[in-house]
């Protein structure tokens, strides 16, 4: 009884620091025989969940949530069915009585073959208690127990990540009926239910089968915890994106919005403040980044996850070729020194490389031939992306002292003239060297012509 007065002393201080009821469970109303605990769903509380902490005969006793252990005030003895649901221990078994209050069955010593066995060793458990926002927090509930010193009822505490045993109960008084007496019992928390948002409490009960039971056997009702309002310690929790591959626009990489796409939560603040670093639209080179995203709720309390994005250029460079080039080739040569401009280039990530067709190199100037030279520009960046554009450079004879069919102006139409005119063969532009019936196409009508030619001697 020590115990007890105590803990009221203390229930007393508590109502004078003010402290909340923020969680209760009552189990509703209704006689509901027969209902196991583990069927009750209460729409605040969630699921009651039964885990078997020791062995279980066949027909061990169970956790029922129904009125026929009616729930009554404190000081009250204990009734048969009622309105007033709790959750009680008692009989599972078709030789005795199913849900007969809490009144539980142990069981006869050597009959276990014609009415079965007792042994029972059950814990229920309630769903999870959010007390992210309390502190100084303290059970209380009203309950009866009998059962002796090996048929008894504790009290437990989960922290979120582990059972621990919270009180061994005391027995309460037996009414002169036989019935138990409803009394109140209260007492503090542990520390580590401070603004933690997974506890959760249970009741086991364990009985052996030695045929020597003392009812009632255990039953509960009007189970509350208060606290004293704290600061919210919890910090929200964040679940980002899996690491992915991004690819360049015309910009390259501008970082995008990654806060939409990242699930935060938070125990009270439903709106917490989201950010990430490197902001949106900072610009990002190609290869490996780290994208955080941080939340932070209006209690201060702040969290982050991170994951990795991977930048591939898969755009090729933009390239403009210079204009065609037109020069004469100086009488008695055969090439001429020709100034190429560069190509007009850009990449949206990286400098690219650029190499022409010509001189396998980047500047296509150089010692150009007669005839219609055809430069291919090729511009690649550094994921190898290409681009190419093409020019030509036109070497022509001079105009002087040269005939028809005469293509190197040397004075003579001569073989170099026809291996010229061969290297031309198919040449399809206005600018063509050999095309010497003017149509635009060097074909098989210039060769019959040069033909005719061949061997003439122009003057000098």
Not at 88 to 111: I, K, Q
Request: aromatic share 12%.
């Amino acid at each position: 009884m020590r115990l007890i007065f105590a803990l009221s002393i203390f229930v007393c201080n508590v109502s004078n620091a003010q402290f909340v009821t923020f969680w209760n469970e009552n189990f509703s109303y209704g006689c509901n025989p027969g209902t196991f605990a583990t069927d009750f769903f209460s729409f605040n509380n969630g699921d009651w969940t039964l885990t078997e902490t020791g062995p279980n005969a066949e027909t061990a006793n169970t956790w029922y949530i129904s009125a026929t252990e009616n729930g009554n005030a404190s000081g009250q003895c204990g009734t048969a069915c009622g309105s007033d649901a709790t959750l009680h221990v008692g009989a599972y078994n078709s030789f005795v009585g199913t849900d007969l209050g809490a009144s539980y069955f142990e069981g006869l010593e050597g009959f276990c073959d014609i009415v079965g066995c007792g042994a029972t060793d059950k814990r229920i458990e309630s769903g999870v208690v959010d007390c992210s926002v309390f502190i100084n927090n303290v059970i209380s509930f009203l309950y009866i127990e009998g059962g002796n010193a090996q048929d008894n009822a504790t009290l437990w505490y989960y922290d979120g990540a582990s059972w621990s045993l919270l009180s061994d109960l005391p027995k309460t008084p037996i009414c002169v009926n036989g019935q138990g007496q409803w009394t109140s019992f209260s007492m503090p928390l542990p520390a580590s239910s401070n603004n933690n948002p997974f506890v959760r409490i249970g009741f086991r009960w364990q009985n052996n089968d030695d045929g020597i039971a003392s009812d009632p056997s255990f039953a509960v009702d009007d189970i509350a915890i208060a606290g004293d309002s704290g600061e919210d310690a919890l910090a929200p929790t964040l679940t980002c994106p899996d690491d992915m591959t991004v690819y360049t626009e015309e910009y390259c990489y501008l970082v995008e919005d990654f806060e939409s796409m990242t699930q935060v939560e938070d125990n009270i603040d439903f709106f917490p403040q989201i950010y990430q670093m490197p902001l949106v639209a900072t610009y990002l080179p190609t290869g490996d980044a780290t994208i955080t995203i941080y939340a932070t709720d209006f209690s201060g309390n702040t969290n982050s996850c991170s994951f990795t994005i991977s930048i591939v250029d898969d755009d090729a460079p933009i390239i403009e070729c210079p204009a065609n080039i037109s020069v004469e080739l100086p009488p008695g040569s055969t090439t001429t020194d020709v100034l190429v401009p560069a190509p007009f280039v850009e990449d949206n990530c990286s400098s690219p490389t650029v190499t022409n067709s010509f001189s396998a190199g980047e500047s296509a100037s150089g010692a150009y031939p007669l005839g219609n030279n055809n430069v291919i520009f090729t511009a690649t960046d550094n994921f190898g992306n290409t681009a190419q554009c093409n020019m030509f450079v036109s070497v022509t004879p001079a105009a002087v002292n040269c005939c028809t069919g005469d293509f190197n102006c040397d004075g003579a139409i001569s073989v170099a003239d026809l291996l010229l005119l061969i290297s031309q063969f198919g040449c399809v532009a206005s600018n063509c060297l050999t095309d010497l019936d003017d149509d635009s196409i060097v074909g098989v009508t210039d060769l019959q012509i040069f033909n005719g030619l061949y061997g003439t001697i122009c003057p000098q």
